[in-house]
């Protein structure tokens, strides 16, 4: 890991601005759900491109993820993911059918899917208006695989930058009284990745006189 790319001031400055967006997020969730949604510490990793499979999740792990292109004046891929039976159980409450189905159908993928719209609209609103950038979201698809495959597929337009660098944001949170875990991951593509700490490190020479 290329952690040592960032400073700590760079790092605390993103994490604050993934904290600001998580709480939105979270505040969202909250509205759809009517429970109580905790969020747990933001992470940030600046990985190498190969590298960023591992930094999502464990490779034979299955998992419900509702995907979505990052376009404006950045690109990348936002994910929001979800074991199965997490997937299941949420998707019950957004459509309040009580007990979960054994199985995700149309209606609970159609739940999940615009639960990730709006908590990633949230989140991406957050770090617009921190980076100054105009960030937009594309209509969420739903996937259900295991995770290294699913990153194989989402990573394969450059694949062929090995070695360079992707910005990965993540929080992950957990609705009360519900066995229900999530997290929300912003992966910034290499070129973009650059473009972000450019434009970070130049805000706080700025912020700093």
């Not at 001031?9 to 509205?31: Q, W």
């Not at 695989?145 to 930058?161: C, K, P, S």
């Amino acid at each position: 890991m290329s952690q040592s790319l960032l400073s700590d001031l760079e790092r605390d400055a993103l994490k604050e601005c993934v904290n600001i967006g998580a709480g939105h997020a979270a505040t969202a969730l909250s509205g759809l759900t009517q429970e109580k949604v905790s969020i747990l510490v933001p992470k940030l990793e600046l990985v190498p491109v190969e590298d960023v499979p591992s930094a999502v999740g464990k490779p034979d792990d299955i998992m419900s993820a509702i995907v979505m292109k990052m376009g404006g004046d950045v690109s990348g891929t936002i994910l929001l993911m979800f074991p199965t039976q997490s997937a299941l159980l949420l998707s019950s409450l957004l459509l309040k059918t009580g007990k979960p189905k054994e199985a995700m159908g149309e209606d609970e993928n159609s739940a999940l899917r615009e639960a990730g719209n709006i908590l990633s609209g949230h989140a991406l609103n957050a770090l617009s208006q921190f980076l100054g950038f105009r960030l937009l979201q594309s209509v969420p698809e739903t996937s259900s695989d295991m995770v290294g495959a699913m990153m194989n597929e989402i990573l394969v337009h450059f694949l062929r930058e090995k070695h360079e660098n992707v910005l990965v944001l993540s929080v992950s949170f957990q609705i009360s009284g519900h066995e229900i875990i999530g997290s929300l991951f912003f992966l910034f593509d290499p070129a973009s990745t650059k473009v972000i700490l450019d434009s970070l490190r130049k805000k706080l020479a700025v912020d700093l006189g």
